[in-house]
């Protein structure tokens, strides 16, 4: 049973009807490939526009954190000239002035002054005063650099909120340092600033310092805050070399796949701080897969016509004619010289084929029937006993063999007037045997 399916299978693939699919199927399978390319390529196309969409978020994110951290600047700078606040020795008044700031401002966390020996001299709130924040990495960059510095994501020490501090220098310009001014800025103000932005849906946006720490996040709020993003090291490195994160798909830290860029905070500290926005690739991927879907299902139902009218189309055209002259080309093998193909004959190659065999086949089976008759009547000349048993025998032989209608023979008579007189007569038909036999008698003198 086993080799018989093989047996047939293998038939199957040599047969006609196979080839000419296979002749379709080169046809239709580049428009599959076309299809892919097409498809990759609007894939690609939608992924450009999802990369296009993220860096214009994170330009648009960066300009909006931008002011906010330039206006808490501007805060710094009219705070370093304020009386009360250079004279920060007097820590009640310059108490008093931080504190009514940070009633006026919701962004504001604790603010103050921080000494030369890296405690806080000066603080909005009495009992951060003393409080040691000498280890920050932003008042020692102030101090050491005498400039404008901004801190990474921190937790502040009296405050216990998440917050980010903007720190500016105390002094004449050519004198000594004399402290650091300090502000943070709520981080859980900064995301609800995040909520009034209009993003598409799905999209993220982070405030990310220069350790690639998330500062605030949207939508993803509290859980991932103080989270180092998955691609940190890159993000940076190309960020603190160009100011600006070339988009990438990313995996974030919720488990998505999203086309993430990144842009510089303007007027920060190189580095420093940074705008992340991620569009999710799952709906620009869906409306490609809905297209390859609809183009596919669309392809395949042409496809499925074409090769049904290449079935039939090599059933009534190419198949069945080919099994006919097959089928009469086999015939002579059983001694039938009667087949021919005359239903196939036509201006095509196939049919001029046919036309060709059915005169051929006619040929043969006249020049078989000749040596038939010959032969038979060469056998009878030798058995005959008489001339007239010879003569019947012949003409049986060219009506039966030779497949003639009728055979006559005739002698001379030569008496007076001379006439043909039948010698020998067959035919197939009565009537037509008794009509050739009046005429040769009618014809005296021939």
């Known amino acids: 049973m086993v080799e018989r399916a093989h047996a047939d299978a293998a038939g199957w693939r040599r047969s006609l009807r196979f080839r000419l699919l296979l002749l379709v199927s080169s046809a239709v399978l580049p428009a ?7 498809t990759y390529d609007h894939r690609a196309a939608r992924l450009e526009e999802a990369e296009a969409l993220a860096e214009g978020l994170a330009g648009h994110a960066a300009v909006e954190f931008g002011q906010i951290v330039e ?27 931080l504190a009514r700031l940070r009633r006026l401002h919701p962004a504001y966390g604790a603010m103050g002054v921080i ?32 400039t404008f510095a901004v801190s990474g994501f921190l937790v502040g020490r009296t405050s216990k909120l998440n917050i980010l501090i903007v720190a500016a220098p105390l002094g004449e310009p050519d004198g000594p340092v004399e402290g650091v001014l300090f502000l943070s800025l709520d981080l859980a103000w900064v995301r609800e600033q995040m909520e009034q932005m209009v993003v598409p849906e799905g999209t993220s946006l982070m ?37 600006r994160v070339d988009a990438a798909r990313v995996v974030g830290l919720d488990g998505q796949e999203r086309v993430v860029a990144g842009q510089m905070l303007p007027g920060t500290p190189p580095g420093s701080a940074f705008a992340r926005a991620g569009v999710p ?7 490609a ?34 099994r006919r002259l097959i089928a009469v ?21 196939l049919g001029r084929l046919a036309l060709h065999f059915d005169t051929m086949a006619a ?43 009728v055979a006559w023979v005739g002698l001379l008579d030569t008496g007076d007037p001379p006439r043909l007189a039948t010698a020998a007569l067959a035919g197939r038909d009565d009537a037509l045997r008794r009509a050739v036999g009046a005429q040769a008698g009618m014809d005296a003198g021939a």
Not at 71 to 89: K, P, W
Not at 211 to 223: L, S, W
Not at 290 to 316: F, K, T
């Open 32 to 38: 599959f490939a076309l299809l892919a390319w097409t």
């Open 71 to 97: 206006a808490t600047r501007q805060t710094l700078g009219r705070l370093a000239h304020d009386a009360d606040v250079r004279d920060f020795a007097e820590g009640a008044a310059c108490g008093r002035t």
């Open 329 to 349: 080309a086999g015939s002579p093998r059983s001694g039938d010289l009667s087949g021919r193909t005359r239903p196939v004959h036509g201006p095509d190659g």
């Open 281 to 287: 690739t799952a709906e620009f991927n869906a409306q």
């Open 289 to 322: 897969n809905a297209v390859l879907a609809r183009n596919l299902l669309a392809l395949a139902g042409v496809a499925l016509l074409v090769y049904a009218a290449a079935w039939w189309v090599a059933a009534v055209l190419v198949v069945a004619p080919t």
């Open 363 to 405: 040929r043969v089976e006249r020049v078989t029937r000749a040596l038939r008759a010959l032969s038979a009547c060469n056998s009878s000349l030798l058995h005959a006993r008489s001339e007239g048993q010879l003569l019947d025998e012949l003409v049986r032989i060219a009506v039966t063999d030779g497949d003639y209608q």
């Open 115 to 146: 000494g030369p020996t890296g405690r806080i001299v000066c603080a909005d709130t009495p009992g951060a005063v003393g409080v040691h924040l000498g280890d920050r990495e932003y008042f020692q960059r102030a101090m050491r650099t005498r």
């Open 207 to 243: 405030l990310v310092d220069g350790r690639g720490t998330v500062m605030a996040a949207y939508p993803d709020g509290p859980t991932v805050l103080g989270l180092e993003i998955p691609e940190a090291k890159a993000f940076l490195e190309e960020g603190r070399r160009t100011g």
